[in-house]
């Protein structure tokens, strides 16, 4: 049974870096095919994916935040990281971390972790 | 990035009616058409994937079609159980979701 949940500050100050962590287990970054994506999702708002990353270090990264975005993971501790820097009220949002079995699905993501919400304020 | 233009952005409906809801991208995606239901304060569930395949466990009254940069997700029979936002998906690039509300 594949299982991804996120965790990480639920406050953060605008121009400090927000780092998540997405835990996950059922499935290894290292199986060919294999990929975990960060989307987020503003109250009220539509789904965005930020960041992408595959079993074979491939990094994707939406090309409007790129340059404040870097994902990574860690294997063994079966992990995802996203940091993004110098945060704003606009990144207010729900954080989700999800499975992406491209060998299945294509580029659809199929398991969903439940969501972590971080707020920016001073 | 891909934009996906979805339609209509809310969508009132009766229990029973049939519901369609339109996926256009900005280009050319062959059949890499995902689409998922999301309800209040939960994550996306995934229903169809490469366009038309129904994710396990999704009920038959779902399907999808379309290819290249029109896409369609159809409810043939709405339940109680369907009221709530829809979302097409390709790659990194989301549709701005399709709200099914109660008539």
């Known amino acids: 049974q594949i299982t991804l949940k996120e965790s990480g500050p639920t406050l953060v100050k605008p121009t400090q870096t927000l780092t998540l962590t997405c835990t996950f287990s059922g499935f290894s970054l290292s199986t060919s095919g294999v990929g975990v994506a960060w989307i987020r999702q503003p109250p009220g708002k539509a789904l965005e994916c930020l960041a992408l990353?595959?079993?074979?270090?491939?990094?994707r990264y939406k090309t409007s935040l790129q340059s404040r975005l870097t994902i990574f993971k860690d294997t063994p501790k079966h992990q995802v990281v996203l940091t993004m820097t110098n945060v704003g009220p606009e990144d207010t949002a729900t954080y989700f971390c999800?499975?992406?079995?491209?060998?299945?699905?294509?580029?659809?993501?199929?398991?969903w972790g439940q969501g972590t919400m971080v707020t920016v304020s001073s | 990035d891909i934009q996906m233009t979805q339609s209509p952005s809310t969508l009132s409906a009766s229990v029973g009616d049939r519901v369609t809801i339109t996926c256009r991208p900005s280009?050319?995606?062959?059949?890499?058409m995902a689409w998922y239901q999301q309800k209040p304060g939960k994550a996306p569930r995934l229903l169809m994937y490469k366009a038309s395949v129904l994710e396990s466990g999704v009920p038959s009254r779902f399907s999808g079609s379309g290819s290249g940069t029109l896409f369609t997700l159809t409810i043939s029979s709405l339940q109680p159980d369907d009221f709530a936002t829809y979302y097409c998906q390709q790659y990194n690039s989301f549709g701005g979701g399709t709200k099914v509300e109660i008539k």
């Open positions: 280009q050319s995606i062959s059949d890499w």
């Open positions: 990353i595959y079993w074979d270090d491939d990094k």
């Open positions: 999800a499975h992406l079995p491209t060998r299945t699905t294509g580029d659809a993501f199929d398991i």
